[in-house]
């Protein structure tokens, strides 16, 4: 079961209201949980990235210039859409799928994340430019932990 089929049985919970959905398959299982409740703090389903500028760089002003405008760059984060382990590469005997400065499209495979035995390709799902990689090869990942910076283009 890869990420789209996730994606699609989240999609089926909520159209029909469903609150829980398990399913066992040989030795896979996946149990998803939501709180259909419309007075609790809603719940997440795919935060794959989102705009957040960084803190504006404050620079004094010359004495030959009136004022400067402080400079704000906007960057997308790409975000984990599961708990798993991070992988940069395919397999252990393949490069790197993204390096800093690398350009990327929506359907650039960014990462590898293996999740019960699952390994599930990461998709950029934007345009731009990888500024920043955020998490260690090998390395345990949380749900919605950011993973990757991206300049949009």
């Known amino acids: 079961?890869?990420?789209?089929?996730?994606?699609?049985?989240?999609?089926?919970?909520?159209?029909?209201s469903l609150s829980e959905f398990e399913l066992e398959h040989q030795d896979f299982k996946i149990k998803l949980k939501r709180n259909p409740s419309p007075t609790a703090a809603p719940l997440e389903d795919q935060p794959v990235y989102v705009v957040q500028p960084p803190a504006p760089a404050i620079v004094p002003p010359l004495a030959s210039q009136s004022v400067l405008q402080p400079v704000v760059q906007e960057y997308l984060e790409i975000k984990s859409p599961m708990i798993g382990t991070f992988y940069r590469a395919a397999s252990p005997e393949s490069s790197d799928l993204v390096e800093v400065g690398m350009h990327v499209t929506p359907e650039t495979v960014v990462c590898v994340i293996e999740a019960?035995?699952?390994?599930?390709?990461?998709?950029?799902?934007?345009?731009?430019?990888?500024?920043?990689?955020?998490?260690?090869?090998?390395?345990p990942v949380e749900f919605g932990q950011p993973l990757f910076r991206i300049r949009p283009t």
């Open 1 to 16: 079961m890869d990420l789209k089929d996730i994606k699609a049985i989240v999609d089926l919970m909520k159209k029909n």
């Open 116 to 139: 019960m035995k699952v390994m599930n390709e990461i998709k950029a799902e934007v345009k731009g430019v990888v500024t920043q990689i955020l998490v260690e090869n090998a390395k």
